[in-house]
């Protein structure tokens, strides 16, 4: 299994190009509240994810994610 | 507060009022024909009514729920599990089982709850839907309702939704595979035979909604699966009579068995009144005559392509492909809006289209068009958008 912090890893690098505040993305940074994404920026980046570890991340999860380290946890969570 | 989260549509709501447009809920105030009515008191050709095959003024469909509701009164007043199964449904079922070649049929009260009644129970929690992601509010809300894993596949995209069925491994055989015959919003038609081909690589069970194309596609008019030559592939079919059909309803057709269990565990169709009997009898005279008049299906597509290519013809950013459904999308919504209401004054009832009902962050001027619509009627349609963009209401950004 891929280790938690290689997961917050790839979310980082991949929400840099959405990351138009330039914050320092952490564990706790939300998603939509913080960065900003819109719902399609969501789609893209959930997109982005599912193709990087060949995994389905299903849309009923997704309410429960608001923040980086809950994506990360749900992502290692799918990828056994 | 509780009523905060509206405040944005109350907003949106007020600047309609403010502009003196109703694109949603326009109230019609006279039907002269299936193509012509008075719309918030304009006379209007109606060019955004999904009665693709003109039966919705038809007489004898008119004459037979006149019969039906002398016969049967205006209501069963009750479930279909209860006191509302009359030998109507009963014969509209067999009826439609029958157009399909299938066996099994379940007749709901309207569309919406005929695709989230079967969305919702098919499968269930630990079970996996596929749906495209374009899908119909309906088909959301039943999945949503499911607890199923839900998974999106991109719309229209046979090679993603085969890299997610792999991605299953073994839980792909007992997956629900949705899709749409023609999608409500665009126009195009779903790749069904690539994604039958699908199903038959990884298994599972694929449901087709065929709610915009029953009528208008296939030999004799089933929909996009038999246009596709893929029905064996199909397990269940879901659709509506409310579009080429011109009355209220919905059903579920099938060639499993099963269904028949299936029926008596959808809350969509157990907790709420059936269909009234004039409805089912006006349903029963449309399907009997989208039987004997083939031609119908000859003139939307005439006019499909009339319309589509005038449009086209004039620059405007319409689909792909011609279809019965012409969407022309834009990007501001304010000029949509403007459009919309040059329409309605020139004559001309569109549906206008805001996300997210339409499928990207797009405006659409969404057109419909019927077999009884008259070549005039189209070429008059393609006139008023002529003088839209003659007037500067479209953006060059947004031509084809």
Not at chain 2, 112 to 121: D, I, L, V
Request: proline share 4%; hydrophobic share 40%; with cysteine.
């Amino acid at each position: 299994m891929t280790e938690y912090r290689a997961y917050l890893d790839f979310l980082y690098s991949t929400l840099e190009s959405h990351n138009k505040k330039n914050l320092e993305l952490t564990e706790s940074t939300h998603l939509v509240a913080d960065i900003g994404l819109s719902s399609l920026e969501v789609m893209e980046f959930i997109e982005k994810i599912e193709d990087h570890f060949d995994i389905s991340i299903p849309l009923n999860i997704l309410p429960d994610v608001n923040t980086i380290g809950e994506l990360a946890k749900k992502v290692q969570e799918l990828n056994p | 507060m509780l009523f905060d989260k509206f405040k944005t549509m109350a907003d949106f709501q007020a600047e309609l009022a403010q502009r003196e447009v109703t694109p949603f809920g326009a109230v019609t105030e006279q039907i002269l024909s299936a193509t012509e009515g008075v719309v918030e008191g304009h006379k209007v050709i109606l060019a955004g009514t999904n009665n693709y095959l003109g039966l919705s003024y038809d007489p004898r469909c008119i004459a037979a729920a006149q019969a039906a509701a002398a016969r049967w009164g205006t209501g069963t007043t009750g479930s279909r599990l209860a006191n509302g199964s009359f030998a109507e449904h009963e014969a509209l079922e067999r009826e439609i089982a029958a157009f399909y070649g299938v066996d099994n049929a379940i007749v709901f009260s309207t569309g919406y709850s005929a695709t989230m009644g079967m969305c919702s129970t098919l499968a269930g929690p630990g079970e996996v839907i596929l749906l495209d992601a374009d899908s119909h509010a309906s088909i959301y809300a039943g999945v949503t309702l499911s607890g199923a894993d839900i998974i999106r596949y991109k719309h229209n995209d046979p090679d993603d939704l085969a890299k997610r069925m792999r991605r299953l491994g073994d839980r792909a055989n007992q997956a629900l595979i949705i899709a749409e015959g023609i999608y409500s919003m665009l126009g195009d038609v779903a790749p069904l035979q690539e994604i039958a081909a699908v199903k038959r690589e990884y298994g599972g069970y694929l449901l087709v909604d065929e709610a915009h194309s029953m009528g208008v596609l296939g030999a004799t008019g089933r929909g996009a699966a038999q246009a596709a030559g893929v029905e064996a592939d199909i397990d269940f079919t879901v659709g509506t009579f409310s579009k080429s059909l011109g009355s209220i309803g919905g059903y579920c057709v099938s060639p499993h068995a099963e269904l028949e269990a299936i029926r008596f565990c959808i809350k969509a169709y157990i907790f709420t009144a059936s269909s009234s009997p004039s409805v089912i009898a006006s349903t029963r005279e449309a399907l009997r005559i989208i039987g004997a008049e083939p031609e119908r299906r000859s003139r939307v597509w005439d006019n499909a392509r009339r319309l589509y290519d005038g449009l086209k013809a004039l620059g405007l950013p319409v689909g792909p492909t011609a279809s019965p459904v012409v969407a022309v999308e834009m990007v501001d919504r304010s000029r949509t809006i403007d459009c919309w209401k040059a329409l309605m004054e020139a004559g001309v009832y569109v549906n206008l289209v805001i996300p997210p009902a339409s499928p990207s962050t797009n405006f659409l001027l969404r057109n419909s068009v019927s077999a009884a619509h008259s070549s005039e009627q189209i070429d008059t349609i393609i006139s008023a958008y002529a003088d839209l963009k003659e007037a500067g209401l479209f953006d060059p950004a947004e031509a084809a």
